[in-house]
């Protein structure tokens, strides 16, 4: 299975004219591509529809800035693999505390790992409450309540990609303060 090219025409269309049924037909054509390609790094069917579609609707985001992407198939390749990539590594830091992803992530639970664990949770837990009023909502709806960006931002009363942004900013801080601790 292989991404459709998106054409130099196509690709003028969604960047420069905004023509939403040629990216419309663009996205259709290569979500199941890329969607299987994320779920080769991550596993998770749901998780990787999300990163499939917040990457896609990134291309309609680009605008005329899509024109200087010179090869759009390899950006959405590697894309996928940076947000996958990025969401296991903040998996495994956040689900330490033997959730759902435990058979992947933790081998044994040694009293050790359990304390650290626990003040990993409690530190994570303490710097998602010192969040901005906003963002802490928009985390809590998707992380928490695995609501998608989409319910979320109508939820908020805000477009999807300022749910985008706020999950963004949530993760840059929460990532920082997690690094500082250790």
């Known amino acids: 299975m292989y991404l459709?090219?998106?054409?130099?025409e196509n690709k003028k269309n969604i960047a420069i004219d905004r023509d939403e049924s040629s990216f419309k037909a663009y996205f259709v054509a290569n979500y199941g591509v890329l969607k299987s390609n994320a779920i080769s790094f991550i596993k998770d069917k749901q998780l990787a529809e999300d990163v499939v579609s917040?990457?896609?609707?990134?291309?309609w985001y680009l605008g005329p800035d899509l024109m200087n992407?010179?090869?759009?198939?390899?950006?959405?390749?590697?894309?996928?693999?940076?947000?996958?990539l990025n969401l296991l590594r903040i998996r495994q830091v956040i689900l330490t505390d033997g959730t759902e992803y435990q058979d992947t992530l933790i081998d044994k639970n040694t009293p050790e790992q359990?304390?650290?664990?626990?003040?990993?949770?409690?530190?994570?837990q303490r710097a998602v409450e010192g969040l901005p009023p906003k963002t802490k909502e928009a985390f809590k709806l998707v992380k928490e309540e695995r609501k998608t960006y989409l319910e979320t931002a109508?939820?908020?009363?805000i477009s999807k990609k300022t749910v985008d942004r706020h999950i963004q900013i949530a993760l840059e801080k929460l990532w920082s303060s997690i690094k500082e601790k250790k």
Do not use: F
Request: net charge positive; aromatic share 4%.
């Open 4 to 8: 459709k090219p998106l054409s130099a």
């Open 54 to 59: 917040e990457v896609l609707w990134k291309i």
């Open 69 to 84: 992407i010179a090869n759009v198939e390899g950006y959405l390749l590697r894309a996928i693999k940076n947000k996958c």
């Open 114 to 124: 359990i304390l650290i664990s626990t003040e990993s949770i409690q530190r994570i």
């Open 154 to 157: 109508e939820m908020m009363g």
